[in-house]
């Protein structure tokens, strides 16, 4: 600023130009109009100039003299100046050059003359003045100054006002005193207090002192005094000090500020006379004390908590106590006055809100409405705002109310007229008020009323513009009802009245809303206020308290304290019952019956928590062996259950959790929703049904309820109406449908990757279980029109939304019954006949109009290539009927209708029970019969209409282009197994189904095939079945035998149900089926022989299960027998080797699985129960050859009608199991190939004929056998009678009717050929018992078989036929090289050297295989098996290794000239053997291990030692076999030999054998 007023230059050139440039400025400066600028100007040129003058760069005469020119241009300059030397008084002052001081004083001292000496000593300091003479003493000059400002400021004119102007006081306070209810106003006596004032010079701030002190008084004349007070009032600060010092009059240790100096200061507020910050700062607390206190408070809160929460020693806990109620005793001591709340308080009583929210906003939230006398002025105020709103939108019809009078204040809030006026005040209001609303209840009401008008106005407001507008109002409402409704009920003690009415207001909101307002007050309200926070831990420990009481005795009483504690927190409470419940499951019950005294938003609440505990992502669903799901889930799922049933919960919430968990892709929460179909519709799913209560499932609805569960479920009418209309009114009927379906495979491949198999298992049954269970009750609670609506057609639920079709017919299954039944009513009332024949008519054309699309949709559902075999019409028939369409179950409707009987008796027969109760019993018990009876006789019409469609149909159903095989494979494949494992009442249908099928006469359906193929490889079946799967696999097993055992049965049922019938034709010729070709037909004796076929089939299949130790397997294979013990085993061999290998598992699996223990042991125990029903296999089936064709030719195609089919096949001409063993391994071929079966039907002839038949096709032989065996029989039977007595026995006796048979069938040939059989029979009898000890083996062996299998067989890579042990099919690769050997080796050959060869080769391959197994385990078998092997002999076994040496080659030599001698036998011979070999190695060797223990383990030992060092010279041999075209080369001597080497084995029922076979001969 210096350099741009007076730059240097014009000081070096002072003299030159410099002066008059500084005039020039000055006289510029002057000359303008005088304003701060130009004047700041004016004084900083003077002030450089003499700033120049002190540093000594301008001298003082030469600047005083240019000072002097310069006064003259304006007046005020002398006072500018002056100003100037005032600031450089001050700065030169502080500097320590002296010199610069003393220029300052010679400056200042030659401008005396220019500037008054009065305005110097004003503005100078008195020590520079002194200096300048301008006074003689600063010291005397400063206390003049003291007296004289003394005098002016400080003292009074006047000493004692009152006192001396008494009587002016005294009228003022008359004058303001009178009645004002006059004519008096406040300008009146604004004149006559003027007048005082000016009379008796009265202090015009003592007159406003007064005038407060007078209005206080008399507040409630704010209409006079506020206007008196504008008018006399000069300044707003002096109001508001006189009014501060009143406040801090009172602010002693013990004062109290009046209300109604609070209602003074409220009305100058108000009418804004003072200023809310000016008085603020005069009152106390402070805001940091308040905010203190605040964290203060909730600290405690939360320490009470936590007090509450803790396990306490009881004496600790009465110390504690005390010392709460002493601080208690503390607290409740007066509080210190808090004058801002005091403030607020009477702001809001007067309606000033506006200053009310600037205060709160200075506190913590809910600080201020924290005081109860603060939140019930706001809920007065708000009373007043909403009235007129609430008397036209809030109040229900018949109430009347109490009127409010508004406020008289102008200033005031505006009361509402609509609901958005309430934007502008009240939701404010309601937010500050927060849960402290609780103080007023009536208040409460009002805004959960107007709520609730708003809602029904929002609901039926129909334009989207005025809707958008209300959306806001709608999140306002939201929002109040989070941050002040709920957490005010917490604070409302027990109050159900509140609750209700708040019902009234949420039901109207969807359930999202409602529990997201539930997830708040459950997870954060309780946070935010210490109130709540002391709340929460005394409803914690209230509940504790009512859970640790609560038993079935005292559910009455403690539900009603529960009830209370709901009222107001329940979210705690049940949150604190639910982990209760999740730990001890024993609790249900009696929390379900305790519930009853809940209010309807408490019932709402429970469900939003079971959910939340539900969803919990802390929680595990699996226990921590990953194999089940956790009992917490399961106890909850109960619960749901239970409550949803009993009580009237909106189910809405947990039906979409339960579709969101399947659509994540998670199926653990499908145990909920079937507990709650279950309980609600009263439809149970379990695959543990008695067979009663599964033959009532068949009937109709009120069987069902009647008969088919195992808890009677009543009164689920209403219950399951709920259920309905949830599932319809959020359109979750199909989607929960849909997505159980797909997750059935979602199970196994989505989630089934890291679960345990078990696990696995498991949710995949409880999925199916509850789609089941699930469709079962939308088909019968669903109306016809409903149902149809929602459920898509079969094509467009596979295509589209790619359901399993077993699912997607299950779902439109009825549908089809509706529609049917519908178009029939329709068609029956369009033409009123009542003849039986016109109904029967009616309804086959309704089943053709509605069934007709559907064989159009499910046309898409498979290849072109499998309509060529089924028509699309017996594929829908299949699908679209069920148990019900069949049969009616008269039984059980008779049954049930007994029952009901009994009841009226019992009834009657109470002497104790109510005449009316009596009544209203036998009433019940009357109508359920009569809608029983009803009930069958319709079922019986319905079933004679279908039966009849269905004879009508089947003409139709079967076009058979390929094989009878492939035709049955499709039916198997497409409808017969994936339906089977569906239900319990499906597998029975299935069975039903193709005895109906039989039963029709159905053409091209080859019955006996099917039932063979279900009976041969179950294998792969049971293993691929879940463990409830396989329960229904087994009933639908138990099914199909129960019709093969009644007609195995007797003859007479056999020649009338299947004598004459397509299905058991055993040749199809071209010209169809004429019905009078007896011979054509399976005849009764054979039919015994293919079931005791199927019943060994089974056998070998249950053993390979049992064996393969996997846990699978063995599982399901053990339910699958459990389910089938009433119709097998009933062969006594079959049953012992079951009962033997299941005895194993028991063993085995005792400690390592418990739960196979558990069901190997129960079925162990129900099979021995069995066994005195079962017989002998001479009583089951005669083992005779006859020579009539069976099923191994049923696989032939109708080109075959020239050929008999398989000369002797497996059913009829194979006595024995071995051969029907071979049979299997020619069908698996044709399986494994099926140019074989297609293509080539003479192949299959040859196959079945070589591997399946033991006989030629020739009736001489066999009636030469059967006269023969006539006179041995007798000889038989009084054996069997001496040895038979036991089971072992009895297997004994059975081998030695099997020799003595083969004995019979010899006798054509020569002598010497005889005797060289003797010894082959040995020899094979050697082999078989080897085979049955070797059976014995642990599973352990089988492994390690597998493996050595390959290394000890270089042309075969399977065991050989006879063995139980492994029904494994061979590979195809395996199986055409050995077909290719043998036939290399038959090439030159006649067909009995071929068939003695395949005999040895099989002998050796199986013999080789299991001979290193079997010498691990020898010593073992010796000791429990061998009673006459003694020990020094078995001591040489172990130690003299040489010796054995010695004897195997004795042994081989001997055998080479076995070997040789069958070369010489003719075809018979060698059939003959080769059935004996397979008898003995498969079923009755391994059966005989109990029959006959001596036997086999020594025997075994020799020929699998002697076997095991001839492995490279037995391959030789059979070239040399080949070559030999036989001779006698064995003399009797040498049988003789063979006969001492079986003796010393110690098999002393083989020497009984041996020679009753001689005595024969």
């Not at 009357?926 to 149909?953: F, M, S, Y």
């Not at 293993?1023 to 138990?1038: H, I, K, P, V």
């Not at 399977?1358 to 395996?1374: D, F, I, Q, Y």
Request: aromatic letters at 8%; a positive charge; hydrophobic letters at 30%.
């Amino acid at each position: 600023m210096a350099a741009s007023v007076l730059p240097t230059d014009w000081i070096k050139n002072w003299e030159k130009s410099g002066k008059n440039d500084f005039l020039q400025l000055c006289q510029d400066l002057a000359g303008k109009p005088s304003s701060e600028v130009f004047l700041k100007d004016l004084q900083t040129a003077l002030y450089e100039l003499c700033w120049h003058v002190v540093q000594g760069s301008l001298k003082v005469d030469v600047a005083a003299s240019l000072l002097a020119d310069v006064m003259e241009l304006r007046e005020d300059l002398p006072s500018i100046l002056a100003d100037v030397f005032c600031v450089l008084d001050i700065e030169t002052g502080c500097l320590e050059e002296k010199h610069k001081r003393d220029h300052f004083t010679q400056l200042v001292g030659a401008c005396l003359f220019c500037v008054p000496d009065a305005v110097l000593k004003e503005r100078l300091d008195p020590e520079t003045l002194e200096s300048l003479g301008l006074i003689k003493q600063a010291q005397q000059f400063n206390q003049k100054i003291v007296k004289i400002k003394t005098k002016l400021f400080y003292k009074q004119q006047k000493f004692n006002l009152l006192r001396e102007e008494n009587e002016g006081y005294a009228k003022l306070v008359t004058e303001l005193g009178q009645d004002l209810t006059g004519n008096v106003t406040s300008h009146l006596v604004l004149e006559s207090i003027k007048s005082l004032i000016g009379c008796f010079n009265l202090d015009p701030n003592r007159v406003l002192d007064i005038i407060l002190e007078v209005y206080e008084c008399r507040s409630d004349q704010d209409e006079f005094f506020i206007p008196l007070i504008k008018s006399y009032m000069c300044e707003h600060q002096t109001l508001c000090h006189i009014l501060g010092f009143k406040f801090k009059f009172h602010q002693e240790p013990n004062g109290e500020t009046p209300s109604s100096l609070y209602h003074v200061a409220a009305a100058l507020l108000q009418h804004n006379l003072i200023a809310l910050e000016d008085l603020y700062v005069h009152l106390l607390p402070l805001d940091s004390t308040i905010v203190e206190e605040h964290k203060r408070e909730i600290l405690e809160a939360k320490q009470i908590a936590r007090k509450l929460t803790m396990v306490v020693v009881p004496s600790e806990k009465s110390d504690d106590k005390e010392k709460d109620k002493e601080k208690e005793e503390e607290k409740s001591e007066k509080p210190p006055d808090n004058q801002k709340l005091g403030l607020l308080e009477a702001l809001l009583r007067i309606g000033d809100w506006q200053h009310a929210q600037n205060i709160m906003e200075q506190m913590p939230a809910y600080y201020a409405t924290s005081h109860k006398a603060i939140a019930i002025a706001l809920c007065q105020l708000l009373h007043l705002i909403v009235e007129p709103l609430y008397r036209r939108a809030g109040v229900p019809k018949g109430a009347k109310g109490c009127l409010l009078k508004p406020l008289r204040s102008k200033q005031a809030p505006t009361p509402v007229e609509t609901f958005e006026d309430l934007f502008k005040e009240v939701f404010t209001m309601l937010g500050y008020l927060g849960p402290h609303l609780s103080h007023d209840p009536i208040l409460f009401a009002k805004i959960v009323r107007l709520g609730k008008n708003f809602m029904k106005e929002y609901q039926s407001e129909s334009k989207q513009d005025t809707k958008d507008k209300m959306d806001s109002l709608l999140s306002c409402f939201l929002s109040i009802a989070d941050q002040v409704l709920l957490p005010s009920l917490t604070l409302m003690e027990c109050n159900a009245c509140m609750s209700e009415e708040l019902w009234g207001f949420f039901k109207l909101f969807p359930y999202q809303y409602r529990y997201r307002l539930y997830g708040q007050w459950k997870n954060e309200t309780y946070s935010n206020h210490p109130l709540l926070v002391k709340v929460k831990a005394q409803t914690v420990d209230r509940a504790k308290y009512i859970m640790k009481r609560l038993t079935k005795e005292n559910v009455k009483p403690s539900g009603r304290q529960i009830g209370k504690l709901s009222h107001s927190n329940p979210t705690i409470l049940f949150d604190y019952i639910l982990s209760q419940i999740q730990w001890y499951d024993n609790l249900i019950t009696p929390v379900v019956d305790s519930l009853k005294y809940l209010t309807s938003l408490n019932y709402d609440v429970l469900a939003y928590c079971i959910i939340e505990a539900l969803a919990n992502p802390e929680k595990e669903k699996m226990k921590h062996d990953d194999t089940t799901i956790s009992s917490w889930l399961q106890s909850l799922a109960s619960l749901c259950g239970a409550v949803f049933r009993k009580y009237p919960i909106e189910l809405a919430g947990l039906l979409q959790y339960v579709t969101n968990q399947l659509k994540a892709g998670k199926s653990f929460d499908l145990l909920i929703l079937k507990e709650v179909v279950q309980k609600m519709a009263g439809i149970e799913i379990t695959d543990e049904m008695t067979v009663e209560q599964l033959e009532a499932m068949t009937g109709g609805e009120q069987l069902k309820a009647e008969g088919g569960y195992f808890g009677q479920i009543r009164n689920t009418k209403k219950s399951s109406q709920r259920l309905k209309d949830a599932l319809l009114d959020h359109e979750l009927a199909l989607p929960l449908c849909l997505l159980m379906a797909q997750q059935r495979n979602g199970v196994v491949f989505s989630e089934g990757g890291e679960k345990h198999l078990k696990l696995v298992g498991k949710l995949y049954d409880q999925c199916h279980d509850t789609l089941v269970q699930f469709g079962g009750f939308l088909a019968s609670n669903l109306s016809t029109e409903d149902y149809i609506k929602r459920v898509p057609s079969v094509d467009i639920l596979c295509n589209q939304f790619h359901t399993p079709h077993d699912a997607a017919f299950f779902l439109s299954r009825p549908m089809y019954a509706h529609q049917i039944l519908s178009k029939y009513d329709e068609l029956k009332k369009a033409e009123k006949g009542n003849r039986q024949q016109q109904k029967v008519h009616k309804y086959i054309a309704a089943c053709e109009q509605v069934m007709a699309p559907v064989h159009e949709a499910v046309v898409s559902l498979h290849p072109p290539k499998v309509w060529d075999d089924i028509r699309p019409q017996f594929y829908a028939t299949f699908w679209s009927l069920t148990m019900y369409d069949l049969a009616v179950p008269h039984s059980a409707y008779d049954r049930e209708v007994n029952k009901l009987k009994m009841q009226i008796k019992a009834i009657d027969e109470n002497t104790e029970m109510p005449l009316n109760k009596k009544k209203k019993e036998k009433e019940r018990c009357t109508a359920l019969q009569d809608k029983l009876q009803e009930e069958e006789k319709k079922q019986l019409e319905h079933v004679q209409r279908v039966l009849h469609r269905l004879k009508l149909e089947k003409d139709n159903w079967l076009l058979a282009k390929s094989t009878k095989n492939e035709t049955i494979t499709k039916f198997l494949q497409l409808c017969l197994f994936p339906r089977c494992v569906f239900s319990a009442i499906d597998a029975v249908y299935c069975a039903r189904f193709v005895e109906l099928v039989h039963q029709q006469k159905t053409p091209n359906f080859c019955t006996l095939l099917c039932y063979d193929r279900v009976f041969s490889d179950i294998i792969y079946t049971v293993a691929s079945c879940t463990e409830n799967e396989s329960r229904r696999y087994g009933r639908f097993l138990c099914c199909m035998l129960e019709t093969v055992t009644r007609w195995h049965s007797d003859k007479a049922i056999y020649e009338k149900e299947c004598g004459n019938y397509p299905g058991f034709l055993t040749i199809f010729r071209a010209s169809g089926f004429d019905g009078g070709n007896k011979a054509d037909q399976l005849d009764y004796e054979n039919f015994r022989h293919v079931v005791h076929k199927w019943h060994y089939k089974l056998t070998k299949a249950s053993v390979h299960c049992l064996e393969t130790g996997e846990y699978t397997h063995i599982r399901n294979i053990l339910i699958v027998l459990t389910k089938i013990l009433p119709y097998y085993p009933k062969v006594l061999n079959l049953g012992q080797a079951l009962e033997c290998r299941v005895h194993k598992i028991c063993q085995e699996e005792k400690e390592k699985r418990p739960d196979l223990y558990a069901l190997a042991m129960g079925y162990s125990g129900q099979l021995k129960s069995r066994k005195v029903h079962m017989v002998p296999e001479n009583e089951f089936h005669h083992k005779e050859p006859v020579s009539i064709a069976t099923t191994g030719g049923l696989q032939n195609g109708p080109g075959n009608s020239s050929k008999p089919a398989a000369a002797a096949a497996s059913a009829t001409s194979k006595n024995e199991e071995g051969t029907a063993e071979d049979a299997e391994k020619s069908k698996d071929k044709s399986q494994v190939a099926p140019k074989t079966a297609s293509k080539n039907p003479t192949t299959v002839n040859k196959a079945s004929s070589s591997n399946g038949s033991s006989t030629p096709n020739s009736t001489k032989g066999s009636k030469e056998k059967e006269d023969k065996e006539k006179s041995g029989k007798e000889k038989k039977e009084k054996k069997e009678k001496n040895s038979g007595s036991t089971p072992e026995a009895k297997a004994g006796g059975k081998e030695k009717q099997r020799e003595e048979k083969a004995g019979d069938s010899k006798e054509k040939t020569p002598k010497a050929d005889k005797d060289k059989r003797k010894d082959d029979k040995k020899d094979e009898k050697n082999k078989s018992d080897g085979k049955s000890t070797d059976k014995e083996s642990s599973k352990e062996r089988d492994v390690s078989k597998e493996g050595k299998l390959k290394e000890s067989s270089k042309g075969e890579k399977n065991p050989g036929p006879g063995s139980l042990k492994s029904p494994v099919p061979r590979s195809e690769g395996a199986e055409s090289e050995r077909e290719q050997k043998r036939r290399k080796l038959d090439a030159h050959s006649s067909p009995s050297h071929s068939s003695a060869v395949k005999l040895i080769c099989r002998l050796r391959s199986f013999l080789q295989d299991n001979l290193n197994d079997f010498k691990d385990s020898v010593s073992k078998h010796h000791a429990n098996h061998s009673t006459g092997l003694s020990k020094s002999e078995a001591d040489k076994k172990e130690s003299e290794k040489s010796r054995d040496r010695s004897k195997e080659r004795e042994k081989k030599e001997d055998r080479k000239d076995r070997k040789r001698d069958y070369s010489n036998n003719d075809r018979e011979m060698s059939q003959e053997a080769k059935r004996r070999k397979d008898e003995n190695g498969t079923s009755s060797s391994k059966h005989s291990k109990s029959a006959s223990p001596p036997d086999s383990p020594r025997s075994n030992d020799k020929d699998n030692s002697k076997r095991s060092k001839s492995t490279s010279k037995d391959k030789t041999e059979l070239a040399k076999t080949d070559k030999t075209s036989g001779g006698k080369k064995e003399s009797r001597h040498d049988k003789e030999k063979s006969e001492k080497k079986r003796d010393s084995t110690g098999a002393k029922e083989d020497k009984k054998h041996h020679k009753s076979s001689e005595k024969h001969r």
